[in-house]
């Protein structure tokens, strides 16, 4: 299934070190089960082990050394930039004075020299974009990646659905969540690279420029080192001040409206997928106060999202509006006062404008950053469930599971969920190669449990489970999976269906009566749709055939087939699969003699305090 899925830095830390209420409830929720010590001891330190983990997730991954190569090539381009820039910024001053002086060959000389500035910088702007788009592009195919090899671990499935609100739409912080991750990481990081290069740069030149700028008051003359530099930081800081303070509950509403949004999206998803059903109970009215009510759930974030993005944009654009003139007003007593030319002022405009420009990138910034800020965490967060979902699943008591001998062995075989419990009569069962044996649920409500317990997907008990080693196995459960995709591929699922011949396949579709699909081997179609659940079933029976099982279990008695379902399965589990042994899981015992032997599932007593992720009776 895998390969199928195939400024101011203090405040920058300070706006990263904030909490996150939804993000810190759904970490409660997945670590309940953990020891007190076991728990982040700050958001600082929760933050860094996310950023640490993403980090990791990335360099761990195949394409660590094309990472390498797009990382030093953008590095250069933006190290050349920042050097054709201040070489524009040293041009002001010959080209302005050249200005004030009527010179018009030196206004024509260098205004040559500016096509070839701009040239450079035009070619090293459309370098550095192309290698910013390549960043995200393969930042988003190693981050998904990962998260899909996570998710799909064996038994991973099945446990993340039982554990929590972090189980809840996974698909939505796999696809969505994890590219905004990759795009807003890749944006920022380089942004914050290129503006801290500048301020580096820039604040040189600012602070050399500022020497000739007197300030006279009353007949005083003070000469302040530094006087452009200092006001321009000042300057910064008030806007990153007055933006925090601001745009702050952005980052808590930007976690909320994820999940509002996703628990949308998988809404409508689920109206998709049941569409018959609502539509032979007369559920559309039903279906559609549901999904506006999910809506409003999501226009209520949007709204407060609106109304925290007005109030931040207020500080924003009026800080960038002062900003237009705030360089020339600083400066303005320099050239008045006769010690800054013309070119001069705009050499130390173009200088002020490229430190504050640097400094205010976490002004300019702040909403993505918050937004980084949110998606890191859900996104982090899901990956952390994924990596201990086992350690995490595991009760005081649970089933041991081993692979010895050439027999199948149930030995004291407990099974408990909340609230309820049910053992084996007798306690030991040996099934032999070959045997047809049926458990039949006494209890009405551990058959689900049972089946998923004997495929290793519910741990919850006690007792041992043993395989003979390197048997091939086979889970029918009461509805059958057929994947995406081609039919071929959906039949000999999860093999490759390279290792079948065309002869095979057509043969094992005629020999389940479905000789009309034999045409639609290479059609790729969502045939879980297209099918009939008669005709899902049978091609059940011909992936039996095909995989020749040496075990098989099954969720549902032959009684449950139709006639000519059972002379079908029937014909293939006594003739092709006679040596196969089979059990089957039923909530009631078979009429028909088909089984050589039947062990119940009989009532126990329940766990004084069960610690499981689903209800009575659910199926893991």
Request: aromatic content about 8%; hydrophobic content about 45%.
């Amino acid at each position: 299934m895998i390969r199928r899925l195939g400024r101011d830095f203090a405040t920058v830390f300070a706006i990263l070190r904030s909490p996150c209420r939804a993000d810190e409830a759904m970490t409660e929720k997945i670590d309940e089960k953990q020891e007190p010590a076991a728990r982040p001891l700050s958001d600082t330190a929760e933050l860094a082990r996310q950023f640490s983990d993403f980090i990791l997730a990335l360099w761990r991954s195949s394409g660590r050394s094309t990472f390498v190569l797009l990382s030093v090539g953008i590095i250069t381009v933006i190290l050349a930039t920042n050097a054709m820039q201040v070489a524009l910024n040293m041009w002001n001053k010959p080209f302005y004075d050249a200005i004030e002086q009527k010179n018009v060959g030196s206004f024509l000389y260098y205004l040559m020299v500016f096509g070839g500035l701009a040239g450079v910088l035009l070619a090293l702007n459309v370098a550095q974009t192309w290698l910013d788009q390549m960043i995200k592009l393969q930042s988003r195919k190693w981050l998904t990646r990962d998260l899909i090899e996570q998710w799909l671990a064996p038994r991973r499935l099945v446990m993340l659905r039982n554990s929590g609100e972090i189980g809840v739409n996974p698909d939505q912080r796999v696809h969505e969540d994890a590219r905004h991750l990759a795009e807003l990481s890749a944006g920022l990081g380089i942004g914050l690279f290129q503006s801290s290069l500048l301020l580096v740069s820039f604040i040189g030149v600012l602070w050399v420029l500022s020497s000739g700028i007197r300030l006279s008051f009353d007949g005083t003359t003070l000469a302040i080192p530094g006087y452009m530099v200092w006001c321009a930081l000042i300057f910064a800081a008030t806007g990153s001040l007055l933006s925090w303070l601001v745009g702050r509950p952005l980052i808590g509403i930007g976690v909320e409206r994820y999940a509002r949004e996703a628990d949308l999206r998988f809404a409508m998803v689920q109206v998709s997928e049941n569409a018959n059903g609502i539509v032979l109970n007369a559920g559309e009215a039903d279906e559609k106060k549901r999904l506006g009510e999910e809506l409003e759930r999501v226009l209520g974030v949007m709204r407060q999202m609106v109304n925290a993005i007005a109030r931040l944009t207020w500080v924003t654009s009026g800080y960038g509006w002062v900003g237009i003139v705030a360089p020339i007003v600083i400066a303005a007593p320099g050239y008045f006062g006769g010690q800054l030319t013309f070119g001069q002022l705009m050499m130390v405009v173009g200088a002020f404008n490229q430190v504050q420009g640097s400094l205010r990138w976490f002004v300019d910034n702040f909403s993505a950053i918050a937004d980084w800020r949110a998606t890191l965490s859900r996104v982090m967060t899901f990956r952390e469930a994924l990596t201990s979902l086992e350690a995490r699943g595991q009760s005081s008591e649970h089933l041991s599971y081993e692979a010895a001998g050439d027999h199948v062995v149930l030995d004291h075989v407990r099974i408990t969920w909340t609230g309820g419990a049910a053992a084996l009569d007798p306690d030991s069962v040996d099934i032999v190669p070959g045997e047809r044996l049926q458990i039949v649920d006494q209890t009405g409500a551990g058959r689900g449990a049972l089946f998923s317990a004997l495929a290793g997907l519910w741990p919850f008990g006690s007792g041992r489970i043993a395989l003979p080693p390197g048997a091939r196995t086979m889970f029918l459960p009461e509805r059958p999976y057929i994947p995406d995709g081609t039919l071929r591929s959906a039949i000999t699922y999860p093999a490759s269906p390279s290792d079948f011949t065309e002869e095979a396949l057509t043969e094992a579709l005629k020999r389940v009566e479905l000789p009309r699909l034999v045409g639609s081997l290479d059609r790729r179609a969502r045939w879980a749709r297209e099918l009939s659940f008669d005709d899902e079933e049978r091609l059940t029976f011909a992936r039996l055939l095909l995989l020749k099982p040496d075990w098989i279990f099954t969720e549902q008695s032959i009684d449950t087939l139709d006639e000519r379902q059972r002379a079908v399965f029937l014909s293939i589990i006594n003739g092709e699969l006679k040596a196969a042994g089979l059990v089957t899981v039923a909530g009631r015992p078979s009429a028909t003699d088909f089984y050589g032997r039947t062990v119940n599932l009989v009532g126990a007593e329940p766990d004084p305090e069960p610690d499981l992720g689903a209800k009575e009776g659910e199926t893991a």
